[in-house]
């Protein structure tokens, strides 16, 4: 199956129309991985150049091409508990955020959930370290720009390798080991998973209509993604959601230079809200 090539004028289509769309900003670095990782789509749908997918794609009036693409030109790498050091440092935050919660309720936001790694891991979190977990109303939103990784998420199920470095009492406790076609997989147990409400969200055009504040939020790996201007627009905007001394978690690759009036570095890429 011959490549089709990807010429720097329709590279430059497709770098305004994504950044317009949804605010991904992409360098001309990009070209080599837009065209490999689209070349197959192109094929699936007997197109014969990138200009005629660009057509395809701007005249695709339900959004899901759009959506393709951006499964095609993220990386959507994720797994359990990543970022160590923020657990760590949550663990030790945690009794302070028990003690202000006499409703026992908790809201959290994990923006850029991919497949429910993250949101998932924050609920196998607060199971192990509350003892009065099932008392507690506890709920996420978990939000992504990919309806793909959504699907997956919603459904919960993981290859055995995703979970064999996680301690067996917390697979124990928030698993099913379940036997599919493919062999023995692991889908998250119902009480947990009807903790999470996934939506498809945009973080760049998508109002931030929200009816309470968030105890804190989570955008891991998205910022990357985002250029400077954008990336401090969608900063700003969390900070409208959070309450004051509540945690921001990036990252461990990005930081701020911006919002030091508004946020508080306090290691590890988690920022306080000021």
């Given at each position: 199956m011959a490549e089709i090539e990807l010429s720097p004028e329709e590279f430059d289509l497709f770098r305004a129309y994504i950044y317009e769309r949804v605010g991904i900003s992409l360098s001309k670095q990009k070209t080599t991985l837009v065209?490999?990782?689209?070349?197959?789509?192109?094929?699936?749908?007997?197109?014969?150049?990138?200009?005629?997918?660009?057509?395809?794609l701007v005249n695709d009036m339900s959004g899901d091409e759009l959506s393709l693409f951006v499964s095609a030109i993220s990386t959507n790498v994720t797994s359990f508990f990543r970022e160590g050091a923020q657990w760590k440092w949550l663990e030790g935050y945690l009794p302070q955020l028990i003690a202000s919660k006499r409703n026992k309720k908790?809201?959290?936001?994990?923006?850029?959930?991919?497949?429910?790694?993250?949101?998932?891991?924050?609920?196998?979190?607060?199971?192990?370290?509350?003892?009065?977990f099932e008392s507690w109303d506890i709920?996420?939103?978990?939000?992504?720009?990919?309806?793909?990784?959504?699907?997956?998420?919603?459904?919960?199920?993981?290859?055995?390798?995703?979970?064999?470095?996680?301690?067996?009492?917390?697979v124990h406790r928030a698993f099913d080991k379940?036997?599919?076609?493919?062999?023995?997989?692991?889908?998250?147990?119902?009480?947990?998973?009807?903790?999470?409400?996934?939506?498809?969200?945009?973080?760049?055009?998508?109002?931030?209509?929200?009816?309470?504040?968030?105890?804190?939020?989570?955008?891991?790996?998205?910022?990357?993604?985002?250029?400077?201007?954008?990336r401090h627009e969608v900063i700003r905007r969390f900070t409208t959601v959070l309450p004051k001394g509540s945690p921001l978690f990036l990252g461990s690759s990005e930081s701020l230079t911006t919002h030091r009036e508004s946020l508080k570095l306090l290691g590890s890429s988690i920022y306080q809200r000021l």
């Open positions: 065209k490999g990782r689209l070349n197959k789509r192109l094929h699936q749908l007997n197109l014969g150049s990138f200009r005629e997918y660009y057509d395809y908790i809201r959290i936001w994990s923006a850029g959930c991919s497949s429910g790694e993250e949101p998932y891991t924050i609920l196998m979190f607060l199971q192990h370290h509350l003892s009065d709920k996420i939103l978990a939000t992504d720009i990919s309806h793909k990784v959504l699907t997956k998420a919603i459904k919960g199920e993981y290859e055995a390798k995703s979970v064999e470095a996680l301690p067996k009492e917390i379940i036997r599919t076609e493919n062999g023995i997989s692991y889908q998250i147990a119902p009480h947990l998973r009807q903790k999470v409400m996934f939506r498809l969200y945009n973080l760049v055009t998508d109002p931030f209509i929200f009816k309470n504040e968030f105890d804190m939020v989570f955008c891991r790996n998205v910022m990357i993604y985002f250029d400077d201007p954008t």
